[in-house]
């Protein structure tokens, strides 16, 4: 599945139930509303993004080996948020 629009992934795949939000495409509960973009970014858009080390400015395009690299070489920058070093590629 091919996401490119957070309010569409919201409106068609987020279900608020007793607990939180539901997101249909991987089942997870997200408990706070804030976290549902956050979770679409991650989670379902991650095709979209290019990913910058904040140690060594190079560019990734996966998050799997974005976040490696940064372990493997940059260890000082474990728990750090990655979406914050995210940008999209499409520029819709
Ligand atoms: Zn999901
Ligand atoms: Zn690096």
Sequence with gaps: MQLSDYKSYRETNIIHGANG????????VIS????????FMDRH??????????????LFTAKNSFTSHVY????Q????????????????
């Design 21 to 28: 939000f539901l997101c249909r495409l991987c089942t997870k």
């Design 32 to 39: 706070h509303k804030g976290d549902i973009k956050r979770h």
């Design 45 to 58: 858009m991650v095709r979209d993004l290019m990913f910058t080390c904040p140690g060594c400015s190079k």
């Design 72 to 75: 493997r070489n940059h260890p």
């Design 77 to 92: 920058f474990k728990g750090i948020d990655f979406m914050e070093f995210a940008t999209k590629i499409k520029s819709e």
